[in-house]
């Protein structure tokens, strides 16, 4: 009762079909598209949008950052570094006044950018200049160990001198 003395017509919502076609006029009136498309998504790999260099380091407080291991096919082993080289400077920041934490937030970052590290060898220093790849370019191995988390491991500094 109230619809009919509103007035309302059900009709007039209704859109036009002519309304629905291209507003162009220079383009053809109706588009027709055939055919069958076809994406292979199974080598795609999700981007995880995480920026990693590609090792595994100790790091305690008041020391440089200790690196661990260097995982295949990273910007890291491509770059030449070893296990047993120490991380002096992450940009210019030492990393004997960071924690672990902060040695990491460093060296991961927006995939494609580029981070310096300051690297001491032996006797030898250098600076090298790698560029952050995504983690999904990583093995799936790898990935896990970088999701789960930094792994502590407690050691004593007396194991790294001679007379102890």
Same mark, same amino acid.
Do not use: W
């Given at each position: 009762?109230?619809?009919?003395c509103?007035?309302?017509n059900?009709?007039?919502?209704?859109i036009? $079909?002519?309304k629905?076609?291209?507003p162009r006029?220079?383009?053809?009136?109706?588009i027709?598209?055939?055919?069958?498309?076809?994406e #292979?998504?199974? $080598?795609?790999?999700?981007? !995880?949008g995480?920026? =990693?260099i590609?090792?595994r380091?100790?790091h305690? *407080?008041g020391f440089?950052s200790?690196?661990e291991q260097i995982?295949?096919n990273s910007p890291?082993?491509?770059s030449g570094?070893r296990?047993? #080289?120490l991380i002096?400077?992450?940009d210019g920041?030492r990393?004997?006044?960071?924690? *672990?934490?902060?040695?990491y937030q460093?060296l991961a970052?927006?995939?494609?950018t580029k981070?310096?590290?300051?690297? !001491?060898?032996?006797?030898s220093?250098f600076n090298?200049e790698?560029?952050r790849e #995504?983690? %999904?370019?990583l093995s799936?191995? =790898?990935q896990n160990?970088?999701?789960?988390g930094?792994? %502590?491991?407690?050691f *004593?500094?007396?194991?790294?001198?001679?007379y102890?």
């Amino acid at each position: 009762m109230i619809i009919s003395c509103l007035g309302f017509n059900f009709s007039a919502g209704a859109i036009q $079909e002519q309304k629905l076609k291209s507003p162009r006029t220079d383009s053809p009136k109706d588009i027709i598209l055939k055919g069958t498309v076809k994406e #292979d998504v199974s $080598e795609a790999k999700q981007l !995880t949008g995480i920026g =990693v260099i590609g090792i595994r380091f100790i790091h305690q *407080s008041g020391f440089p950052s200790y690196i661990e291991q260097i995982y295949s096919n990273s910007p890291a082993s491509r770059s030449g570094l070893r296990p047993k #080289d120490l991380i002096f400077a992450i940009d210019g920041i030492r990393t004997d006044r960071l924690n *672990s934490d902060s040695v990491y937030q460093l060296l991961a970052g927006d995939p494609g950018t580029k981070v310096k590290i300051f690297i !001491t060898r032996g006797q030898s220093m250098f600076n090298i200049e790698l560029v952050r790849e #995504d983690l %999904a370019n990583l093995s799936p191995e =790898v990935q896990n160990r970088y999701l789960s988390g930094p792994i %502590a491991v407690p050691f *004593s500094t007396k194991d790294y001198l001679p007379y102890h």
